[in-house]
C-alpha cells in the first residue's frame, strides 16, 4: 500500500492518528496495521493486498460462515519485500456460476498463467487448455461474453499455405462456468479436410488466494484417466474428460489428441468436462427455476436500460452461493474474482437494493447471518462479525461488521415492507432486536457510535448507519409490540442534535460534513463519497423516508457539492474529492468511482427532491456502462472525463460484483420511486418528475410477492401497470 500524504487537521497541524499511519491498538506498532477487534467473517475473504489483509490465506469456498474465536493478527511482508503484485482482472473474461467460475485472457487459450483457469471452491480445477489445429494455434480474430456464466472465442486459420490468403477453418470455443469446453471446427474449405487436433492440459490444483499472492505453484504431473486426464495432491483431485474420446492420451506431456474428419462444410465438435474428482456436474444457487430473483425487465426511451437491467440480473443469479447447512437459505458472494465468499457488509447491502425483485434473497441473506451473530456475554453481543476495511489514507481500518450490524434491522424492516411475510419477520425479529440491543449498549451514555478500537474515531457514515438503524428498527420493533422503540428514538433525536452542530465544517462554500471526528472531537474535514450514506435514510410506513441526520440546509449542500466536478468524474462519483490531499484516481477508498456509493448518492438525492444532480451522476454511470459492456465492475478509476475518452478500468476490481448490479436495481427503481408498505396493502410512487431517460417501463418486479410493473412517461408520470390483487396506489 503507498503511503498518502496526510491531511491537514483543522487546527493546522497533523491529527495524531491521520495520515498513513492507521490508529494505535494496544501492543501495536506506529505504522503497522492493528488487529481487528471485532470478529472477522471467515468466508468474506478478499485476497487482494491490502493493509489488513496482506499475507493472510482466506477460504473463497463456498462454506457455512461459522463464528471465530478469536480475531487472526494479520501479517505483513517481510521489510524490503514489496507486496505481490496481484494478477489483473480488467481485461479478462469472468464467467461465473458460484461456485463454479473460469477466468480466461482475450486470446482465448488458457495459458496457465495469472488467474487463467477453471475453478470450483475457490480450488483451480484446469489451469492450462491449449488448442493446436495442424500443428498451429488458431488466430483470435473474436472474445466475448455469451453471458453471465460463458465466453465465445472464435479463431480461424488456414488449412494450406496453398488456399491463398482467406482463413478456410473456423474454431469456436464455448467456455462455461460450470465446468464444460464446446471446441467446434468448421471447414469452410470446398473439398473434405482431416485435421490432426492436440490440447494439452495442465494445473497445479492451486487455491485462489493462493494465485493472489503470487506464490508461483507448479503443475502437477497427470495421469490417464476414463477418456481423458486426471491430477491429484493429498488435498484435492481433479479430471478432465473428453467426448468422443481422443485417440492418444499422453499424460507425460498432458496431452490429448484426436483426427478429425470434415466435409466439405462440415462441423465437428469435442467437448471437455472439468469436474472435482467424486463430484457430479455443478447445480448452481442461481439457476432461473430456483432463483430467488425476479426475472425483472426495463424498456423505454434510453436503449440502455434494458442490456444493463438483464446484465445485473444475471450476474447477481451467478453470484448466488447456498448455505450449504441450510440448502434453502440463498446469499450473494460479494464478487469475483477475488470474493467469492460471503461478505456480510456487501450480502446485507445487495440484498435490500434486490428487494424489488422480491424478498427470498433478503430472508436467505439474514437467516443466514443470524446464525453467524455473536451471542453474549460481552460487548461484542449481538453483532454481526465481519472482516475489517481499508479506509484510505486519512482514517484507520473500519470494521464492516459494526456496517453488517446495523444493515440487518435495516433489511428485516424494509423486507417487510416489500412484502417478507409475517411469519418470517417474527422469526428473525429477536436476531434484530440483538443488533439494536448491540448499538444501545455499545453507544451507553454516549451520542456517538464511535470504532470497537481504543479510543476511535465516530465515522459520519457509522453515525448515518446507526441513525437509520434505530429509526427503522424502532419502527420494526412497534410494528410487534416489543419494546425497546421509545429509547432508540430519543437516541437518535440527541444523535440527531449533536450531529448537525459537531459535524459540519464550516466553510466559504457553505460548509461540508466532516468524514470522522477524531477522538478528541476535531473534525477531518476531507470530503468523500461515505457523506451519501447521510442521504440514505431508510422506508417507513405509507412510503415515507425516515428523518436524516442533516437538515434541510445542510442537505442541500451536500447535493450541491455531491454534483461538483471535484466529486462527479463525469463517469461517477469519487471516493474521494479529487482537490483532497491523498486523492487518487485509482485508490480503493481515495477517488476511484465505486458503483454502489454512486447509486446511493442518485437514490439520495432523487428522494431529496435533488434531481438535477441525481440526473447527472445516473447519465455518467449509464455511459460508463455502455464502455463496460453493461456490465459494471465494483469501481473503476476516477479520472475526469472530457471528450473522446472512456472509463478507466481499475485492474484489481471484482467484475461481477454483487453491490455494483445490485446497483443496477436501485438505479432504475430510483427513477419510479417505487416506495411498497405491504402490511398497509399499498404502494406509493414517487418518479424523478424531470424523466431524466425519458419514458421507462419496468416489468416483473415483485410486491408483495406478485409481479409488479410500472412506467414513468416522459412528463414524468408514472402508473403502475400490473400489481397484487388488492395493492391500492399510496398517495
Known amino acids: 500500500m503507498h503511503q498518502q500524504p496526510t491531511p491537514p487537521s483543522t487546527a493546522g497541524e497533523r491529527p495524531p492518528w491521520s495520515g498513513h499511519e492507521p490508529f494505535p491498538t494496544a501492543g501495536a506498532r506506529p505504522g503497522t496495521p492493528a488487529a481487528a477487534t471485532d470478529p472477522p467473517s471467515p468466508s468474506s475473504a478478499d485476497p487482494r493486498p491490502s493493509p489488513v489483509t496482506r499475507g493472510s490465506r482466506p477460504s473463497l469456498t463456498n462454506t457455512r460462515p461459522r463464528r471465530p474465536a478469536t480475531a487472526p493478527t494479520p501479517r505483513t511482508p517481510p521489510a524490503g519485500r514489496p507486496a505481490p503484485e496481484l494478477p489483473p482482472t480488467h481485461t479478462a473474461l469472468i464467467c461465473v456460476a458460484l461456485p463454479g467460475l473460469v477466468v480466461s485472457g482475450e486470446l482465448g487459450q488458457l495459458t496457465g498463467q495469472g488467474l487463467d483457469g477453471f475453478y470450483r471452491g475457490g480450488r483451480r480445477l484446469l489451469s492450462r487448455c491449449q488448442i493446436r489445429v495442424a500443428g498451429r494455434e488458431p488466430l483470435p480474430v473474436q472474445a466475448r461474453m455469451s453471458g453471465a456464466d460463458s465466453a465465445r472465442f472464435v479463431g480461424t486459420l488456414r488449412s494450406s499455405p496453398a488456399v491463398g490468403p482467406d482463413p478456410d477453418v473456423v474454431v469456436e470455443r464455448t467456455r462455461h462456468a460450470h465446468g464444460t469446453e464446446r471446441i467446434t471446427l468448421r471447414n469452410a474449405a470446398l473439398r473434405p479436410l482431416r485435421l490432426p487436433v492436440e490440447v494439452a492440459l495442465g494445473t497445479d490444483l492451486a487455491e485462489l488466494a493462493t494465485i493472489a499472492a503470487g506464490t508461483a505453484t507448479p503443475e502437477l504431473l497427470a495421469t490417464v484417466h476414463d477418456s481423458g486426464l486426471r491430477w491429484a495432491t493429498a488435498e484435492a483431485a481433479a479430471c478432465v474428460t473428453a467426448d468422443p474420446p481422443p485417440a492418444d492420451a499422453l499424460a507425460s506431456a498432458g496431452l490429448l489428441r484426436w483426427e478429425l474428419d470434415l466435409p466439405p462444410a462440415g462441423t465437428v465438435t469435442v467437448e471437455l468436462r472439468v469436474r472435482p474428482e467424486g463430484t457430479g456436474p ?400 399499498t404502494v406509493t410512487l414517487r418518479p424523478m418528475r424531470s424523466a431524466p431517460l425519458g419514458e421507462l417501463g419496468l416489468s416483473g418486479l415483485r410486491v408483495a410477492g406478485a409481479p409488479f410493473a410500472v412506467r414513468i412517461n416522459r412528463l414524468g408520470l408514472a402508473m403502475v401497470e400490473e400489481a397484487a390483487d388488492g395493492l391500492q396506489l399510496g398517495t
Open 282 to 681: 455443478l447445480r448452481p444457487a442461481g439457476h432461473a427455476a430456483t432463483s430467488p430473483l425476479a426475472p425483472a425487465r426495463a424498456a423505454g426511451d434510453d436503449p440502455r436500460v434494458a442490456p444493463l437491467l438483464h446484465s445485473a440480473v444475471a450476474d447477481l443469479r451467478a453470484l448466488l452461493l447456498r448455505d450449504p447447512a441450510h440448502p434453502s437459505d440463498t446469499y450473494l458472494a460479494a464478487g469475483a474474482p477475488w470474493r467469492c465468499g460471503l461478505a456480510p457488509a456487501e450480502a446485507l447491502a445487495a440484498a435490500r437494493m434486490t428487494l424489488p425483485l422480491g424478498t427470498r434473497l433478503a430472508a436467505g441473506t439474514l437467516r443466514a447471518l443470524a446464525r453467524t451473530q455473536l451471542r453474549g456475554p460481552g460487548p461484542q453481543a449481538g453483532m454481526i462479525p465481519g472482516p475489517r476495511r481499508d479506509a484510505g489514507p486519512h482514517l484507520p481500518p473500519s470494521c464492516s461488521g459494526t456496517e453488517a450490524t446495523l444493515l440487518f434491522p435495516v433489511l428485516l424492516a424494509e423486507a417487510r415492507r416489500w412484502g417478507l411475510p409475517d411469519q418470517q419477520t417474527e422469526e428473525l425479529l429477536p436476531a434484530a432486536e440483538r443488533c439494536l440491543t448491540w448499538l444501545r449498549t455499545t453507544v451507553g451514555d454516549s451520542t456517538y457510535l464511535t470504532d470497537p478500537h481504543p479510543a476511535g474515531p465516530a465515522r459520519c457514515e457509522t453515525q448515518a448507519h446507526a441513525h437509520r438503524a434505530a429509526l427503522i428498527g424502532a419502527d420494526l420493533l412497534d410494528a410487534y409490540g416489543r419494546p425497546g422503540a421509545t429509547e432508540l428514538h430519543q437516541w437518535a433525536q440527541s444523535l440527531r442534535t449533536a450531529f448537525q452542530a459537531d459535524f459540519w465544517v464550516e466553510d466559504p462554500g457553505g460548509g461540508r460534513p466532516a468524514a470522522a471526528l477524531a477522538p478528541d472531537g476535531r473534525p477531518v474535514p476531507h470530503l468523500a463519497a461515505t457523506a451519501v450514506h447521510l442521504l440514505d435514510t431508510g422506508l417507513l410506513g405509507g412510503g415515507r423516508p425516515a428523518t436524516g441526520l442533516l437538515d434541510k440546509v445542510h442537505t442541500e449542500h451536500l447535493a450541491r457539492l455531491l454534483g461538483t466536478p471535484a466529486m462527479d468524474a463525469g463517469w461517477g462519483l469519487r471516493g474521494l474529492g479529487a482537490k483532497e490531499a491523498g486523492h487518487n484516481p485509482f485508490g480503493h477508498r481515495t477517488g476511484a468511482v465505486r458503483v454502489h456509493e454512486t447509486a446511493l448518492a442518485v437514490a439520495g438525492l432523487a428522494a431529496a427532491g435533488y434531481e438535477k444532480e441525481a440526473a447527472g451522476l445516473l447519465k455518467g454511470l449509464l455511459e460508463a456502462a455502455e464502455h463496460f459492456g453493461h456490465r459494471l465492475p465494483e469501481m473503476f478509476a476516477g479520472a475526469q472525463r472530457s471528450a473522446g475518452t472512456a472509463p478507466l478500468p481499475h485492474p484489481a476490481a471484482c467484475r461481477p460484483a454483487a453491490t455494483a448490479a445490485a446497483s443496477v436495481i436501485l438505479l432504475l427503481t430510483a427513477l419510479a420511486g417505487i416506495r411498497p408498505d405491504v402490511p398497509a396493502r
